[in-house]
């Protein structure tokens, strides 16, 4: 690597740089710094690809940025990248072998200083024998116009083969660098040196002589230019030692003002005797200071000048030759009728074609004034048909050329986006600042006509794919004529007309009408670009990608590149509250108070179990900090959340939300916290008390509502998590489900043991609403760092399952595999905040030690529809004279008690107590209970009479001569010997 940086760099100017695919960064070294390159490549090279500039920077640029050919200040020779076929490459229209690649460039007969095997090609390098330096415009183009010719010589060589080799030309061209190693293929396979000669070393101008002469011409300066083609400018040189002060003046006078032309007039002048360096500067400074070029009829009416063509040369001076095709064009042609009067053939010549080809394109007029004087030169000896049919073919070539040829996005704009320097725009289509355009042959096919499809530049510029959800996605890019914007869309709306039109509601360039033209270009361009546009990962949901990865937020931890790509407007501003901010110094020192409260460190630890479920195999699971209110149940959750994101639920992008949602919005964002905890304060918020019922089964089960659509089913999204919720009421009251409650912990009272610690429950919250997001993070990076103790936690977590489940008591048994995802979840975040540096205010013990007759108190208590069913035997027994049958009556008509009748309970003899649905609704919430969860649960115990459809929970009986529904409880359910 070091040899052959110094074989193309020594003693040279300018940056040096290494590129890095992967995340588009460059890196700029200066020349005194070239030992930190080669340390930084092989170190890069080691997990990824690295490139290096051929051509050298004028300036050191952002990271983000890595310059364009405007930036370019030397190159040390010219180069070629060909491809050879094989598993690197996906289309095989490539040299089948080395041997072959070798052979093609034969083509070019100067024999290569280098070349490379970048493990799946060549890289052949012709060194200058000194390096280029570019230093104006027409430097540039010069340098560019070798490496293009070069380069076409052994792309025509290899399309007589039918193999392809791709333009590399462009001199911001970055290559594969020696004794990196290319990521392609498994294993990588190292980038070698096959050939190097240090002494072989070609002069720049040696290769100038491949350049086509139409191109040469049209790199020739401006001052050059009007030299050729001025026959004014000829009379001065020519007569230069004998020129007279004011034919002299003029010449200054009209190159001074255009570029090139100082060094030029020093050329034309040195001739003459008394010529001088400081005169002719001093005549230039004023020239330039006076910007007054001497005109042409000036020179032939003052000067006497008599040797310009009849009609002029269509510019009122010789300095307007500089800027006037039309004039340069017909200058350089003005001779050719003496020449054909000479040689009749020498009309059909390729280059006299091609310049008669470029005349008729600027100027039609001209052409055919220069057409009649040829004709007049050389009579019937000249065929003026054959003439215009190859003057027609040249310019017919040309335009198909232009519609055909492989072009590079950064030919045809200014600036391109990140990611854009590489692409190629598809056969038929061009772009330009301000729009995107589909050119076709018209007419004879001397015309081109260019339809816009689209008022603006269009781009796909990387290619996405979900694995988990086998969906694929594409960044579309365009500039909107301030700057370049980019959206990414599901691939399959980029190629459905109506939902590409969609997309003009967020400003993408698009209407109904142009729909269909734009999805053929962006297929044509997806497959042009199909090798060189960036394929990555992205994820529509959090946590684990494989075992390589963990994906949080917009933060990615882990080997390779995954981007999260919400699947909805909702889902980004989920994800937007899963960030960082402060210190996880901060974070520990708020959290500090927490060693004397073990029930808030208890949701702590459920909240990092969250990533451990999948490791070790556990199952979903609930943690409920139930109890009055202002005991501190929102601040316990809202530390749990600061483990991750934004713990303030009043934000609207917080890691902690309030089950004042839908059921629908809970489902989505369990799905995207796959991993994560999803954590919901106050049950008391919500609006639907089945929706409690709901959300504990569905989080508990990690499965989503199983949907249809038009065409087929719709994916279920299943997920790990753990819920952490609070309110007054427990809340598996809510449920009649056993399997649920059973992975639900109950955490009843006060989290902090005490209602008078405001001060401490405030400075905690008021710290962690500072410094959050950190020691999730690092539980995660832990955990990817010690990838090989993965069978050791699992080895942990069933030891402890077993030591739950092995216990005498019931409640242990039901809840061994969740408390055994706390414990272990607990030892893991101490090991993981120790190692980073950063431990946990308080030593490891196990959480539940001091809090599990609690959580089985709480378990073991009868389910709420036998709590309540009790409750209602007594208040019926206690209320029983509001029944009608057993009520008082007042002169033979029933008395109605002051609250209203509750139902109908027969006398004496009786088989149920009928109730009212309302009044009994009431009732049970006035015990505290949720009435359609008990009266449900009921129902779910068969402990209701109803209809035999069973289609409701009432049940129709005649009272009072009318026909009524009521909610009615046999007898020997009343006699249930719970309670």
């Known amino acids: 690597m070091r040899t052959f940086l110094g074989s193309l760099y020594t003693g040279s100017s300018g940056y040096l740089t290494l590129w890095e695919p992967k995340s588009k960064r460059t890196r700029y070294y200066s020349p005194d710094q070239i030992e930190t390159l080669l340390t930084e490549a092989t170190r890069l090279s080691q997990t990824i690809d690295v490139y290096f500039g051929v051509g050298l920077r004028k300036d050191r640029l952002t990271p983000q940025k890595r310059g364009t050919e405007a930036d370019i200040v030397a190159i040390p020779g010219v180069w070629i990248d060909i491809d050879i076929a094989g598993a690197g490459h996906v289309d095989q229209k490539r040299p089948p072998t080395v041997e072959a690649a070798l052979d093609l460039i034969k083509a070019v007969d100067i024999e290569p200083s280098i070349i490379i095997g970048s493990g799946h090609g060549l890289h052949v390098y012709w060194l200058f024998d000194e390096m280029f330096m570019i230093r104006s415009e027409s430097d540039r183009a010069r340098a560019k116009a070798i490496v293009s010719a070069v380069q076409e010589i052994v792309r025509i060589e290899a399309e007589r083969h039918g193999w392809k080799v791709d333009n590399t030309s462009d001199l911001a061209r970055v290559l594969r660098l020696p004794g990196t190693f290319n990521h392609k293929s498994n294993p990588p396979k190292p980038v070698v040196v096959m050939h190097m000669d240090d002494k072989k070393r070609t002069p720049f101008q040696a290769f100038e002589r491949f350049v086509p002469a139409s191109i040469e011409r049209s790199q020739t300066s401006p001052a050059e230019a009007v030299l050729h083609t001025c026959r004014f400018m000829h009379h001065c040189r020519d007569n230069a030692e004998v020129l007279s002060e004011p034919e002299w003046h003029a010449m200054v006078a009209n190159l001074a003002v255009v570029e090139g032309g100082e060094a030029l007039i020093h050329r034309l002048s040195s001739p003459y005797p008394k010529y001088t360096t400081t005169e002719t500067d001093r005549k230039i400074k004023h020239a330039v200071r006076e910007r007054k070029p001497h005109t042409c009829l000036y020179i032939q009416s003052q000067l006497g000048f008599r040797g310009c063509p009849p009609g002029g040369c269509g510019v009122k001076a010789p300095a307007g030759l500089a800027v006037s095709k039309v004039a340069r064009i017909a200058a350089e042609l003005d001779d050719l009728p003496d020449a054909v009067a000479i040689d009749p053939d020498i009309v059909l010549r390729e280059d006299i074609i091609d310049r008669l080809a470029d005349l008729f394109e600027a100027d039609p007029a001209a052409y055919h004034r220069l057409r009649e004087r040829i004709r007049e030169a050389g009579g019937r000896k ?57 050119g076709r042959l018209t007419g004879n096919g001397t015309e081109i006509e260019r339809t816009t499809i689209a008022y603006a530049p269009l781009l796909i510029t990387s290619r996405y794919r979900d694995e988990e959800e086998e969906t694929e996605y594409l960044e579309l890019s365009w500039h909107d004529g301030v700057m370049w914007r980019k959206i990414i869309v599901d691939r399959g709306h980029v190629m459905d007309r109506a939902k590409l039109t969609v997309l003009s509601s967020v400003g993408f360039p698009v209407d109904s009408g142009s729909a269909t033209a734009l999805i053929r270009y962006l297929v044509a361009f997806e497959a042009k670009n199909a090798e060189v546009l960036p394929k990555r990962k992205v994820s529509s949901r959090f946590g684990w990608i494989g075992t390589e990865g963990f994906l949080i937020g917009e933060e990615y931890i882990g080997e390779g590149e995954v981007s999260f790509h919400p699947q909805a407007p909702g889902d980004a501003q989920i994800g937007s509250g899963y960030r960082t901010s402060g210190t996880i110094e901060g974070w520990v020192e708020a959290i500090e108070p927490l060693k004397h409260y073990p029930r808030p460190r208890l949701a702590l630890y459920a909240s990092v179990a969250a990533p451990l479920l999948e490791i070790v195999g556990a199952p979903n699971f609930v943690i409920d900090f139930a109890g009055r209110t202002s005991t501190g149940k929102t601040t316990t959750l809202r530390i749990a959340a600061s483990m991750w994101g934004q713990p303030d639920e009043r934000s609207p992008e917080a890691a902690i939300g309030t089950w004042d949602a839908t059921k629908v919005w809970i489902e989505r964002a369990s799905g995207v916290l796959t991993s994560i905890p999803l954590i919901l304060d106050d049950t008391k918020r919500v609006k639907d008390a089945e929706t409690v019922a709901s959300v504990l089964y569905m989080v508990a089960s990690g499965r989503g509502r199983a949907r249809g659509n038009l065409k087929s089913l719709a994916r279920v999204r299943t997920w790990h998590t753990v819920l952490i919720t609070s309110g007054e009421r427990q809340a598996v009251e809510h449920t009649t489900d056993g399997g649920t409650r059973a992975r639900t912990i109950e955490i009843v009272g006060s989290p902090f043991g005490t209602d008078r610690i405001g001060d401490t429950i405030e400075a905690i919250d008021r710290g962690i609403r500072e410094h959050y997001g950190h020691s999730g993070r690092i539980l995660v990076r832990w955990l990817l760092d010690h990838r090989g103790d993965w069978e050791k936690i699992r080895e942990m977590y069933r030891k402890t399952v077993a030591k739950y489940a ?86 033979g008509e029933p008395l109605m008690p002051p609250g209203g009748w509750l139902g109908y309970w027969p006398s004496p003899t009786w088989e149920y107590i009928a109730f009212y649905p309302g009044a009994l609704k009431r009732i049970l919430e006035e015990m505290g209970f949720d009435p359609d969860a008990v009266i449900h649960g009921w129902y779910e115990r068969e402990w209701l009479l109803v209809d035999k459809d069973r289609k409701r929970m009432t049940k129709t009986i005649k009272l009072e001569k009318k026909t009524t529904r009521m909610v009615i409880i046999p007898k020997h359910i009343f006699e249930y010997e719970q309670f």
């Open 806 to 891: 092995g216990s005498q008591s019931a409640v242990a048994r039901r809840m061994a595999e969740a408390a055994a995802a706390i414990t272990t979840a607990a030892a893991v975040l101490h090991a993981a905040m120790r190692d980073a540096g950063t431990p946990l205010p308080w030593s490891y013990e196990d959480p539940l030690a001091g809090l599990w007759e609690d959580i089985a108190t709480a378990a073991e208590a009868a389910p709420p529809e036998v709590r309540a069913l009790g409750a209602i035997v007594s208040y019926a027994y206690e209320h029983e004279q509001a029944f009608l049958g057993r009520h008082r009556e007042a002169n």
């Open 382 to 438: 000249v065929s003026i048909r054959a003439l215009g049919q190859a003057v027609q073919g040249k310019i017919k070539e040309r335009k198909l050329m232009l519609i055909k040829r492989e072009k590079h996005v950064v030919e045809c704009l200014p600036d391109v986006p990140e990611g854009g320097e590489g692409l190629l725009l598809p056969e038929g289509y061009d772009l330009d600042a301000t729009a995107t355009y589909r």
